[in-house]
């Protein structure tokens, strides 16, 4: 089942302006991960929030969490041509058993020159 | 240098055939899933395995089959009863078996069948 939902489903923007996608989940978490996806490649992990923690940053990447409003956004700032990709957001669930990310459906992300 | 090899990349089959996709991993993990990617999709969990020799159904576990013999490799084959196999499909390893951490991926094979 798909646990997070991201929002936009597409987003296109101009190289360097600032891109946000969000994510909202409907199950408590131990953490929240981005990946990234070129098309046609595999997924590359980008960065990785646990449910104790509210900011997180990585170079150009900025993500925070809320978890009472079970949701979570992904900032990238100065934006260039090489960030076209999709991205997804992905929970591991707290269910007090071995557990297992599931994935949402993605932003779809455009930047052009 | 450490990864995740999956192949091959595109693979052609006729209906009624099984096909198996083939996983390695020389990172050293434990876990490792396989997951399938519709067009505009999110992933979807197939099967995944924490240790050798034992493995668990995934969301869309109908119609696949895996094995996990060595700690390396989880192949995963499809059989010619998944209805609709034409998809992207993606291998993953990780380190931690219990709170998920970081997922390492392949870079997918892509089944189309005629």
């Known amino acids: 089942s798909q646990q997070g939902e991201e929002d936009p489903q597409a987003l296109s923007i101009q190289e360097g302006e600032n891109a946000t996608m969000n994510c909202s989940y409907k199950?408590?978490?131990?953490?929240l991960q981005w990946y990234r996806q070129n098309s046609g490649r595999g997924l590359v992990h980008l960065i990785l929030?646990?449910?104790?923690?509210r900011e997180k940053h990585s170079g150009r990447l900025r993500v925070t969490l809320d978890t009472s409003k079970k949701s979570s956004s992904l900032l990238i700032t100065a934006s260039r041509a090489a960030d076209t990709a999709s991205y997804f957001c992905a929970t591991d669930p707290n269910t007090g058993t071995a557990s297992k990310l599931t994935f949402g459906t993605g932003t779809r992300l455009q930047v052009t020159l | 240098d450490g990864g995740i090899t999956q192949s091959p990349k595109y693979l052609f089959r006729k209906e009624g055939q099984n096909v198996t996709l083939s996983c390695e991993q020389n990172?050293?993990?434990?876990?490792m899933y396989w997951y399938r990617q519709d067009p505009g999709q999110g992933l979807r969990l197939i099967y995944y395995s924490q240790i050798v020799n034992d493995f668990q159904k995934g969301d869309i576990a109908e119609g696949y089959s895996v094995s996990r013999e060595k700690k390396e490799s989880f192949p995963l084959t499809v059989t010619s009863a998944q209805k609709n196999p034409t998809a992207f499909y993606l291998c993953a390893s990780s380190m931690q078996t219990g709170n998920t951490g970081e997922l390492f991926f392949g870079e997918g094979s892509r089944l189309t069948v005629l």
């Open positions: 929030i646990r449910s104790n923690e």
């Open positions: 199950t408590s978490i131990n953490n």
């Open positions: 990172l050293n993990h434990d876990a």
